[in-house]
């Protein structure tokens, strides 16, 4: 696709064929799968030249391509994949890996070091929060958490107080919060990273924007280094494939993606051809589950087993987290949490009694699915500072997917029905953010 065209169109019409040209795949409509390990160079010069450039040697030159040496370092795939990752996101350059752990662990590992102070959210997915309290500490590596709940000044003054304020080097967020769905400001922390900043140190800022996907959110817009998505969720979509990736100014992703070579965590030819047989309908699909999610979001709210409800579509008006997510989000996406009234034996009554809806962990897939966060995703969270951050034993996360929605609210209901408690039945359920000032 021509690149001057290419910078007048909308993403959804470039996830078509960006980046794929097709007379160098004997006229293929769609990119082959390039099942190789390795590439055959027209020369010894040329291969010295690739390995120049792979290792950082020199700079490419004005009209040089990055050759094909090893599907470690580069695949067409996986290349035609990250140019199109980085368009949806109005990124500079993006890297794709073999999952979301994966893109985590390697940008945590390339900016951190022993001695360093990483600044991070709460709640976090159950896995990023595993490797961030257990391993990242293991090598010396401070860490400081925060919350919704906490001001711009609460966390300067946090910083300051740890006495490494002189080691931060890392601010990493997840917004909305999995899986309380709390929304965290990005221009607050894109400030704080630079008020934070020196000219021997900058700090980087990074967001997982897994929980809306690359439709609803776009964080490198609010000034964010950098932006994470685990692609198995909304990207993949169809709970057939394992991915993850990164994208971001290319100065960082470069430094990212020569890790990722060494640690060969990469996606592989297969993993990104899948990825981009779902771009093509991840406008589509993510807009489809927003429209299911918020019907059932109404629905949940009337019901009366359900005590709370985590969802940024019924935020109060005016509330700080109302602020915040219609600054920087343009739709409360398809994942939503909710208390149910009881603990765990209702929770779990709800969860066995589901017919249409998938008891499964993951999400953004085509199809919904449920899962009890206290007891599952986020089993490995300390259990007081699961309780601090309000994932109790009666909480419930749904994936909203693709299917009738009518079908959907019915399901829910014969399940909230056969969990009912007749004694804590009747008053309104109401959002937990609804108290955010």
């Known amino acids: 696709m021509d690149e001057k065209i290419a910078k007048k169109l909308h993403p959804e019409t470039l996830m078509m064929g960006y980046g794929y040209k097709p007379e160098l795949s004997e006229g293929a409509l769609k990119a082959p799968i390039f099942q190789t390990s390795t590439f055959v160079f027209k020369s010894a010069e040329e291969g010295k030249e690739f390995f120049e450039l792979a290792y950082g040697q020199r700079e490419k030159g004005p009209t040089e391509e990055i050759g094909l040496i090893y599907s470690r370092i580069n695949n067409p795939d996986v290349e035609i994949l990250e140019n199109r990752l980085a368009v949806l996101d109005g990124a500079e350059e ?48 401070n860490v400081l958490p925060f919350t919704a709940n906490d001001s711009a000044d609460d966390i300067r003054m946090k910083v300051k107080n740890s006495g490494l304020a002189n080691k931060l080097s890392m601010i990493y967020l997840e917004t909305p919060g999995n899986p309380t769905c709390a929304m965290i400001d990005l221009e ?80 592989d030819a297969w993993t990104a051809w899948l990825l981009m047989r779902s771009l093509e309908t991840l406008k589509v699909r993510m807009d489809c589950q927003a429209r299911n999610a918020e019907v059932i979001a109404g629905f949940l709210q009337r019901h009366p087993m359900v005590e709370r409800i985590y969802y940024a579509g019924l935020l109060k008006e005016g509330c700080s987290q109302d602020v915040i997510f219609k600054k920087q989000c343009t739709n409360a996406g398809a994942m939503l949490t909710f208390d149910i009234k009881g603990g765990r034996n209702e929770a779990y009554k709800f969860l066995n009694s589901l017919k249409v809806i998938h008891l499964a962990v993951s999400l953004g897939g085509t199809e919904s699915l449920a899962e009890h966060p206290g007891t599952m995703t986020h089993i490995d969270v300390d259990p007081e500072e699961r309780r601090a951050l309000g994932i109790s034993d009666k909480m419930v996360r749904l994936s909203v997917g693709i299917e009738n929605v009518e079908d959907l609210i019915w399901d829910l209901d014969q399940a909230l029905a056969a969990a009912s408690v007749k004694s804590t039945v009747g008053s309104k359920p109401q959002s937990i953010l609804e108290h955010s000032s």
Request: include cysteine; hydrophobic fraction near 45%.
């Open 94 to 141: 993006a890297a794709g890996f073999e999952s979301g752990m994966a893109a985590i662990s390697t940008v945590l590992l390339e900016f951190l070091k022993p001695g360093d102070l990483l600044l991070h959210s709460r709640p976090l997915y159950g896995g990023t929060d595993h490797f961030i309290t257990h391993v990242l500490t293991r090598y010396g590596i």
């Open 188 to 267: 607050m922390c894109v400030q704080l990273a630079k008020e934070f900043s020196t000219k021997e140190r900058r700090v980087v800022t990074a967001v997982d924007n897994t929980f809306l996907g690359p439709l609803w959110q776009h964080p490198l817009k609010f000034g964010i280094d950098l932006v994470i998505y685990s692609a198995t969720k909304y990207i993949g979509g169809h709970s057939d494939v394992v991915a993850g990736s990164c994208a971001g100014k290319a100065q960082l992703v470069k430094r990212i993606k020569t890790l990722r070579t060494f640690l060969g965590n990469m996606a």
